[in-house]
């Protein structure tokens, strides 16, 4: 009975130390002035004139076939970056 008890602590333990370390994931919308935007989900001090970091709620508000000025760039890039004329630039 007695471990029965200890293993119930335990697991509880556990599963509230899972819980608490668990975070929501962050993702950013970034555009340029030129209106080339990309997703990512770590917001870097970009040293390019003119880009905006929004938070991910903003980019889902918008209607992306219609918008005049920004457009999504779908073109997935893991590494350090941003647009410039329309060309991925690495940092």
């Known amino acids: 009975?007695?471990?029965i008890v200890?293993?119930?602590?335990?697991?509880a333990l556990g599963a509230g130390a899972l819980a608490f370390s668990a975070g929501s994931a962050s993702a950013y919308?970034?555009?340029?002035?030129?209106?080339d935007?990309?997703?990512t989900d770590t917001r870097y001090r970009y040293?390019?004139?003119g880009i905006v970091i929004h938070p991910d709620a903003w980019a889902k508000k918008?209607?992306?076939d219609h918008d005049k000025h920004y457009h999504m760039r779908t073109e997935e890039h893991r590494d350090r970056g941003y647009y410039r004329g329309g060309v991925w630039?690495?940092?």
């Not at 200890?6 to 697991?11: D, E, F, K, N």
């Not at 919308?29 to 209106?35: E, F, K, L, P, Q």
């Open 89 to 91: 630039v690495h940092f």
């Open 6 to 11: 200890i293993t119930t602590v335990l697991a």
């Open 37 to 39: 935007c990309w997703h």
């Open 1 to 3: 009975m007695k471990s």
């Open 62 to 64: 918008r209607d992306w």
């Open 47 to 49: 040293r390019e004139p």
């Open 29 to 35: 919308t970034v555009c340029n002035r030129a209106g």
